[in-house]
């Protein structure tokens, strides 16, 4: 009998016991490819030598350091890289162990940052609804997926949402993919003045939505109006690049596509690539300095930011990605994003076929002509997920929200180091998957 907290209580998962390249081997011999990443994690495949070398290395060395009274190479070397590579004006940067934790420390940054100013009053935050921003308190209050944080929902601090920029569901056939943009973007202008500027602190989003929304990419000009509308109304901009960041869209960050720099930008999955627990939350020089020269202590901190072995982990990652492996992301993106058109752009139940790099979404629908989702009841994504499975392929199938309205994607996010022929192997093992269930 098992003693582990199993994520589903009635599933019975296989054992993982290897893993190589893009492939996971079960205790049964079962080989998977893992044609997600686990949830857009694993950039460098599975059991990368470079980097379980640079591991046995650091723990070698010293494994932890508390950074109440130390910092460490890796940590700094890594903060280097980092803010060498950061768009804009972030020049500091807060490790931590995962996405959740990368969201609290940034919006707790930005309540201070405000306080240290004197500007008192601002607290409220702006997300988007078709978000997820993690499942601590804080991120989950701020994410947009309203069955995530209904049971919870006496346990949050306020946020207010608007849509996400989603142009397969909102643009309406009157308006340029450019109209449509400016138009949602404008939102956030409506709700920063209903309630009272000197009321708002941040406004959150993901540059490309991840799983609640699967893949979708902003289009042109959205995020630089959201930009202009944060900076006339002094509200920060919080942009969680925790999926999709790191390479993942084709670019080390993804909002160097819409040519915007956020004041807080959040990081974590493929940062350490699976290898270590690490998240990452970047800030601007003015934050860091109201900091420094008001209380000089953020208030904030857990026991394992920092932490040596895991930063030494994400160093030799991002040396790796640097290294030239983050430049396959966008031919090979456009190779996945052929086959799947190829395979997929003719179904029946396949609305929309999207993305960045190797970042795509297939939207499932019930009928392409009105758009309409699936009933929940069908249980659509999880029978995908579960025939995928059986098929050989991890991927990321999810129900997320469509303005209230439920609806089905599947998310790829596979390994950076994918071959030709690999591609070929996801878009068979999906197509197998896809003959399940419809
Ligand atoms: N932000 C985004 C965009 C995510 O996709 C996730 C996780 O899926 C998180 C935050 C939370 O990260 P974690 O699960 O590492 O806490």
């Known amino acids: ?76 070397d890594l903060a280097n890289h980092l803010i060498e590579a950061a768009p804009g004006s972030l020049d500091r940067v807060y490790f931590v162990s995962g996405g959740s934790e990368a969201m609290e420390a940034a919006l707790k940054l930005a309540r201070q940052y405000f306080l240290e100013k004197g500007e008192t009053s601002r607290h409220r935050v702006i997300a988007r609804r078709q978000s997820y921003h993690g499942n601590t308190l804080g991120a989950l209050a701020t994410g947009g997926n309203q069955w995530r944080r209904e049971p919870f929902a006496p346990l949050m601090i306020e946020t207010s949402h608007i849509s996400a920029c989603y142009e397969y569901r909102g643009r309406r056939d009157d308006e340029t993919a450019f109209d449509y943009g400016q138009r949602v973007a404008n939102e956030l202008e409506t709700e920063i003045e209903r309630l009272g500027p000197e009321n708002v602190m941040a406004f959150v989003a993901e540059p490309v939505v991840g799983a609640t929304a699967g893949a979708v990419p902003p289009v042109e000009g959205y995020f630089k109006r959201i930009r202009e509308i944060c900076d006339q109304h002094g509200v920060l901009l919080i942009l969680d690049e925790v999926m999709c960041g790191m390479g993942r869209t084709g670019t080390l960050f993804a909002c160097e596509q819409d040519d915007v720099a956020p004041d807080i930008l959040c990081i ?19 934050i860091y300095r109201a900091i420094e020269e008001g209380s000089g202590f953020f208030q904030h901190g857990h026991t394992y930011i920092g ?56 939207e499932i629908v019930e009928d392409r002509g009105t758009k309409s989702p699936f009933a929940p009841a069908r249980g659509i994504n999880k029978a995908l997920k579960k025939a995928a499975f059986e098929a050989g392929l991890i991927c990321y199938p999810m129900g997320g929200t469509v303005d209230g309205v439920q609806g089905d994607h599947v998310l790829l996010a596979p390994p950076f180091i994918m071959s030709d022929a690999q591609v070929d192997e996801v878009t068979d093992k999906l197509n197998q998957a896809f003959k399940a269930v419809f």
């Open 268 to 286: 974590a999955k493929g940062l350490g690539a699976g290898y270590q627990p690490i998240g990452a939350m970047l800030c601007t020089s003015a």
């Open 307 to 362: 932490h040596p072995t895991a930063c030494a982990a994400a160093l030799a990652v991002f040396k790796k990605l640097q290294g030239g492996i983050a430049d396959r992301v966008m031919p090979m993106g456009s190779k996945l994003d052929a086959a799947l058109k190829d395979a997929f752009g003719q179904h029946a139940n396949v609305g929309d076929i999207r993305g960045r790099g190797l970042f795509r979404g297939l």
């Open 1 to 76: 009998m098992s003693h582990v907290f199993p994520r589903h209580t009635k599933a019975n998962p296989p054992v993982a016991t290897q893993g190589d390249g893009c492939y996971i081997i079960d205790k049964n011999g079962k080989k998977y490819f893992d044609g997600s990443g686990g949830a857009a994690v694993s950039c460098l495949g599975h059991s990368d030598p470079d980097v379980t070398r640079a591991i046995k290395a650091q723990v070698d060395q010293i494994a932890f350091a508390h950074t109440g009274f130390f910092t460490s190479e890796p940590a700094e």
